[in-house]
Every structure is written in structure tokens, then in C-alpha cells.
Nanobody, 129 residues
Framework: QVLLVESGGGLVQAGGSLRLSCAASGFSLGNYAIGWFRQAPGKERERVSC????????NHVDSVKGPFTISRDDAKNTAYLQMNSLKAEDTAVYYC??????????????????????WGQGTQVTVSS
């Protein structure tokens, strides 16, 4: 069974940090492009960060560039989203997603949610102001 499981969410004060993990089971995360998305109450799901299947390219939505970092450890079959300097507007359910061997120009943007095949169940991040 193919699964992506997010963890690491929680309640944090503004200015704090969290590291989200996205663990894959049932398949090898290597050669999969990974994306992180978030959805706040009453809003549409939005792209946050992405990393290419090789791990050599990343991108982030402008609002999180600098404070957020995406990474992957294929040996651990896990991807990460390090979130620093969190703000109240970062409050959302965060999802990771994966797609096999997806080519994209990461220098321009992250792929849309429709490019990704596998999704996790989400983890809640709440930032108190």
C-alpha cells in the first residue's frame, strides 16, 4: 500500500519553528518529485514548496521564501519542510504530495497540485500571535 504520512505539526507561537516530515511507505521516495501544500480554513489549497525528483532543484512560494526550506533524505524515505519565523497566516493543514520522475522548470515555480499523484492526510500547523 502506497502511503505518505506527514508529522511534526502542532501549536507554536509566532516567530517559532517547526519541522514537518513526510514519510513514504510502500514505495521508494527516490526519483519522486515532492511538493508541500497547505490549506487554511475557507481557502483553497496553495503551493508552498517543492523539490525535484533528483533533489537538485527547489522552489517556494514567495510568502515563505527565506523562512521555509524543503529537503529530502531518500535513504530515510522522507522529505522535510523546515519552517522558521512562523506567522499567524501560516496556520493551515499542511500536505505533502509525490509524483514519479516529474520534469518541471523549478526555477520558475512549483508544479500545481494536479501534477502530484500521491498525497498524505495532512498535519495541522497552528501559529498563535
Amino acid at each position: 500500500q502506497v502511503l505518505l504520512v506527514e508529522s511534526g505539526g502542532g501549536l507554536v507561537q509566532a516567530g517559532g519553528s517547526l519541522r514537518l516530515s513526510c514519510a513514504a511507505s510502500g514505495f521508494s521516495l527516490g526519483n519522486y518529485a515532492i511538493g508541500w501544500f497547505r490549506q487554511a480554513p475557507g481557502k483553497e489549497r496553495e503551493r508552498v514548496s517543492c523539490i525535484s525528483y533528483s533533489g537538485g532543484m527547489t522552489n517556494h512560494v514567495d510568502s515563505v521564501k527565506g523562512p521555509f526550506t524543503i529537503s529530502r533524505d531518500d535513504a530515510k524515505n522522507t522529505a522535510y519542510l523546515q519552517m522558521n519565523s512562523l506567522k499567524a497566516e501560516d496556520t493551515a493543514v499542511y500536505y505533502c504530495a509525490a509524483v514519479f520522475y516529474y520534469s518541471w522548470d523549478y526555477a520558475i515555480s512549483c508544479p500545481s497540485q494536479y501534477a502530484y499523484k500521491y498525497w498524505g492526510q495532512g498535519t495541522q500547523v497552528t501559529v498563535s500571535s
